[in-house]
């Protein structure tokens, strides 16, 4: 169906009333092989970094829905693993572990090259806290250790982060 209405001139790039692309679409509603043909055509690139209403990209809907095949497809077609939402500034990683999913953690981390140790030691922390730090939210001190801007002066004050730092 996909193709036939592409063949007849649908535009893939056209939003809905959400803000959302076909691709979008297919990553919101895990439609593997609606995928496939929309990044099948040359010119899908572009549509790979569209944000929503909501400030995400596809692939910020396929970490949220927990899909890695959808999220394997969209990396592999370039779709950039590091982008960050327009509403609250997080990545496609950041958004799996505030959903508490480790899998989608491992997964998008073995395809960032830019991941550091330090990064994956804290995302370890955040996943498996200690005796009475649980819930898997983020917190404040958290998002600041895994934001690239932080500076080593800027986290000398903070307790919890100097706490990780000896427990690892």
């Not at 990044?39 to 569209?50: F, Q, R, V």
Request: glycine share 8%.
């Amino acid at each position: 169906m996909v193709k036939i209405l592409l063949g007849a001139g649908a535009d893939p790039a056209v939003l809905d009333r959400h803000g959302q692309t076909a691709l979008h679409l297919c990553c919101e509603y895990q439609q593997l092989d609606c995928l496939s043909v929309l990044l099948s055509l040359s010119s899908s690139s572009p549509w790979l970094e569209i944000r929503n209403f909501e400030g995400l990209s596809p692939l910020h809907l396929a970490v949220l829905q927990g899909c890695q095949d959808l999220a394997k497809m969209l990396l592999d077609a370039g779709a950039d693993i590091n982008a960050m939402d327009i509403k609250s500034g997080q990545s496609p990683l950041m958004h799996a572990v505030e959903s508490n999913n480790p899998d989608m953690v491992d997964f998008l981390i073995e395809h960032d090259t830019t991941t550091t140790p330090r990064t994956r030691r804290t995302l370890c922390l955040l996943l498996h806290p200690g005796p009475g730090r649980g819930g898997s939210r983020l917190s404040r001190d958290a998002q600041t250790s895994l934001s690239p801007d932080t500076s080593s002066s800027s986290s000398r004050g903070s307790p919890r982060r100097s706490q990780a730092s000896r427990e690892t």
